[in-house]
């Protein structure tokens, strides 16, 4: 079946470094999306990309930069980490067009210590 | 930006009894309203979803009605059963050229007792 996979699921790393999330995508949709969830606080949009060569932020990006290397991928990252960037984080995909549904990822739980 | 409050944040109920989940949106222009469902440790899946030019919809015990005069949209669960635990998210977006955008609310965990 078409897929939105994510990788690493889980990941541990220390503050200061360097941090890549994976998403990669078999549906063929155009748009994908990069959110953070934290417990009572309900998903928060970070970036989102309606192909390849259009990158936006979203509601909360400061500390985080996204490359759209291919329409089936986009990569999530934290230059430095720091613990409050412990989330978990979830990649999307819709169509394009007006009022589509988003397909979500199986997640990345991050924690940084 | 726009802005969903979602209540309550947290639900109880019977099995067999109804469930209501109430959430408003600020923004008057928008006109996409999902909802999802996320069991516990797994994603977020759409359930049901509704647009401006309809004031309910139904997918067999899931209902969702939508009242823009009020800027408030609502989710009903019928008959529940154990299944329906989870966290429920909804959610609005405003479809404008070259933008698109979901606000999610913060979440209803709903919990069925057998």
């Known amino acids: 079946d078409a897929d939105v996979t994510q990788t690493p699921r889980n990941r541990i790393t220390k503050t200061g470094k360097r941090i890549m999330l994976e998403c990669s995508q078999t549906k063929g949709h155009d748009r994908m999306y990069w959110y953070r969830q934290d417990p009572g606080l309900g998903l928060r949009l970070i970036y989102y990309?309606?192909?390849?060569?259009?990158?936006n932020k979203g509601e909360i990006s400061d500390g985080y930069s996204v490359s759209r290397q291919a329409q089936a991928k986009f990569s999530l990252s934290l230059e430095s980490a720091i613990p409050n960037q412990t989330a978990l984080y979830f990649c999307?995909?819709?169509?394009?067009?007006?009022?589509?549904?988003?397909?979500f990822g199986d997640g990345t739980r991050l924690s940084i210590l | 930006g726009e802005n969903v409050e979602q209540h309550p944040s947290t639900l109880s109920v019977q099995e067999g009894d109804s469930a209501v989940i109430k959430c408003t949106y600020s923004d008057s222009a928008s006109n996409y309203f999902p909802w999802y469902k996320q069991e516990l440790g797994k994603r977020p899946q759409l359930i049901i979803d509704?647009?401006?030019?309809?004031g309910e919809k139904k997918d067999q015990r899931i209902a969702v009605t939508l009242n823009k005069t009020a800027k408030h949209f609502s989710l009903h669960i019928t008959e529940t059963q154990p299944e329906d635990s989870a966290v429920y998210f909804c959610a609005a977006s405003i479809a404008e050229a070259g933008s698109y955008q979901l606000t999610f609310g913060k979440g209803t965990k709903l919990s069925v007792i057998p």
């Open positions: 990309s309606f192909d390849v060569k259009d990158i």
């Open positions: 509704i647009r401006s030019n309809v």
């Open positions: 999307a995909t819709s169509p394009s067009g007006y009022n589509q549904p988003q397909h």
